[in-house]
């Protein structure tokens, strides 16, 4: 069974360019959920889809950030523009409703 | 913002050492606490505590959480150079229908040969 998978691994763009990270969960859960981990802090919660819906979004920055989920299946995250406090590694993970949630590679992201 | 905190942050044991790794909380009605282990990339699920006091285990690891004094523990006994990574403990809300996970800040492990 194939896990997350988070494209691409890495991305190194310019402050004011436009990056978007996808995320492909695990087939048949209906959560998927964004984190994002910045350099000596914890991972924190960006938001979380119950298929195509937004159910939480009250961790994104702020309107920078615009995440999607096309069909409920895959994901993505786009940041636009890009400031250099974006940097970081971004990762995507996916549930059933009550199991344990399985986590992608992660995309690590560099503004500069 | 209530938080979870880990520790030690960092650790550095030997071949064969017993190591407990704790994880505290302060938030009393939530779903569930994990562990995860972090190795180079994508954090890898290890347990899932619902329950006070009933241990899980799975080899040479094993953790348990306590509800009344808000901890967990994370034991790995018999330590392999193979158990170095980041640890992470993550509380899941139980608020609305949203499943997020709560981080600390985790521990790094590192054994030496």
């Known amino acids: 069974e194939a896990g997350v998978t988070q494209f691409p691994s890495h991305s190194v763009i310019e402050k004011g360019q436009t990056v978007t990270l996808r995320c492909d969960p695990i087939?048949?859960?209906?959560?998927l959920y964004w984190y994002r981990r910045v350099m000596g802090k914890e991972i924190k919660f960006l938001l979380h889809f119950v298929k195509e819906s937004k159910q939480d979004e009250s961790g994104m920055p702020n309107n920078r950030f615009l995440a999607e989920r096309t069909g409920g299946t895959y994901s993505t995250l786009k940041v636009q523009p890009a400031e250099l406090e974006d940097s970081g590694v971004y990762f995507c993970?996916?549930?059933?409703?009550?199991?344990?949630?399985?986590f992608g590679q992660g995309t690590r992201l560099t503004v500069v | 913002e209530d938080k979870v905190v880990q520790s030690p942050l960092s650790l550095v044991v030997h071949e064969g050492d017993t190591v407990t790794l704790n994880c505290s909380y302060e938030?009393?009605?939530?779903?569930?606490l994990l562990w995860y282990k972090q190795e180079k990339k994508a954090p890898t699920f290890l347990f899932m505590l619902?329950?006070?006091?009933i241990e899980k285990k799975s080899g040479r690891l094993s953790s348990i959480l306590d509800k009344k004094e808000l901890f967990s523990i994370l034991n790995i006994t018999a330590t392999q150079t193979g158990d170095s990574a980041i640890y992470l403990c993550a509380r899941q809300s139980r608020s609305g229908n949203t499943g997020k996970l709560i981080f600390g800040q985790g521990t790094t492990l590192q054994v030496k040969p």
């Open positions: 938030v009393t009605n939530f779903r569930s």
């Open positions: 087939s048949g859960h209906d959560n």
């Open positions: 993970a996916s549930s059933q409703i009550t199991t344990e949630a399985f």
């Open positions: 619902t329950s006070s006091g």
